[in-house]
């Protein structure tokens, strides 16, 4: 009888107006106190930014991913981080996605389903093939975008990072397949001629990075700040 009349309360609540209205305005007014240590001319310019450009408006129309305008204020990134250097990072990557990938390319990253875009394969001596993947990253709080390598429809590595458009990538997270066995990967290190597929993930997101100009990497850890590592 207790949790009938419980359960009967919270459904209650979870519909009625008042309440839902009450919660809202509440919201806001907790977003107005947050965004008050960042008053100034860059946040109303990143403000205008994301109602602007489109990734930002794909990634707040994509499920799992948090909105741009949101980035300051969440675990972006490093939860030591202030919002003010959260900002200065969201900012620059912002400006990094919208100005990089062009117009078309930009929805197929936001493409959850076939977990991005596919960039290109490399060749296994069996004859199979690894493919290498691009997606807007479902782990935002380890970077905007993850490079993935599939086997078919398996993950086998995945690597979480960002880039600003000042010249700079932040790596959050490296991972192996939660669907990939420790025997099936020495099995791939074989037929990749005896490169780690870590190894392998890893040479080809600095390789990206040179491409896209990027001249430092700083290594996010749980210390209270990024550790910088110039790339040479």
Known sequence: ?????????KEWRKHNKVIGQVKISYKKILRKCRELSLAGGKYREYQGLCAK???????????????????PFKAYLNKRLSKRRKLDI????????????????????????????????????????LDVKLLASPFQEEGELMLQ????????????????DDGRAYIGGIQGGKD???????????????????NIIMSVLYGLLRYFNISTVCLLYTSPSPRDTERS
């Open 180 to 198: 990939i066995t420790n025997d099936e990967v020495k099995v791939l290190t074989k037929e990749l001629h005896g490169a780690r597929p870590k």
């Open 149 to 164: 390598l599939f086997l078919g429809d398996r993950r086998v590595y995945s690597v979480c990072f960002s880039c600003t």
């Open 53 to 71: 450009y489109q990734c930002a408006r794909l990634t707040a129309v994509t499920k799992g991913l948090v909105p741009f305008e949101d980035k």
């Open 1 to 9: 009888m207790e949790h009938t009349v419980a359960g009967a309360i």
């Open 90 to 129: 969201a900012h620059g990557s912002l400006n990094f996605i919208e100005k990089t990938f062009h117009p078309d390319v930009l929805p197929q990253l936001y493409n959850v389903a076939d977990f991005g875009r596919e960039m290109f394969s490399i060749p296994l001596k069996n004859g199979d093939k």
